[in-house]
């Protein structure tokens, strides 16, 4: 089912864990599955001003494939300018993990998504130009968080009036 990379980076994360000095936070989640993340960054500037992901780790409540592309993620993005790391997508997670089984392709969106939006949270606390496919995901998460949430209200609804 998963391929020796993910079981790899399940058993032996890279980066997992809260970083104490970081520049942002994207943080996601799969209402349907449970899956949360939170991604930290932390951002310098290289000798030539470019932003750089000088450090970023990440804290994941999942499964196997939640935990393996939120530790490839962090692979990926490391060291990479932001503009390099905003290019990095579920598919570049999925295949360097040698692949996913179908059903688990959400955990790789689910990664990508987290660091897309801690790079949108620090270009925008930082008042930097935001480019636009990066304000498009990030209005695209923000659409599905949106609409998870108001599922999910009503469900909750439905159940508060069951208990009454």
């Known amino acids: 089912m998963y391929t020796d990379k993910v079981i790899e980076h399940f058993r032996e994360p890279h980066n997992r864990g809260k970083l104490e000095e970081y520049s942002a936070i994207g943080k996601v989640g799969n209402i ?4 949360v993340m939170w991604l930290y960054i932390k951002v310098d500037q290289d000798k030539a001003g ?20 939120s530790s490839m993620v962090s692979d990926l993005a490391k ?18 993990l040698g692949g ?10 689910l990664a990508a998504d987290a660091l897309n939006e801690a790079i949108y949270a620090y270009l925008s606390q930082e008042g ?8 498009e995901r990030h209005a695209r998460i923000e659409k599905e968080v949106a609409a998870l949430e108001k599922r999910y209200a009503a469900f909750m609804d439905k159940g508060d009036e069951k208990a009454e």
């Open 79 to 96: 060291g990479k300018t932001v503009e390099e790391a905003i290019a990095v997508t579920n598919q570049n997670v999925a295949s360097e």
């Open 128 to 135: 930097k130009e935001i480019p636009k496919a990066l304000q």
């Open 32 to 35: 349907v599955c449970g899956d």
């Open 100 to 109: 996913l089984p179908p059903i688990k392709m959400h955990c790789s969106a």
């Open 50 to 69: 470019r932003d750089i992901l000088t450090d970023i780790s990440w804290e994941t409540f999942g499964c196997t494939a939640a935990i393996a592309t």
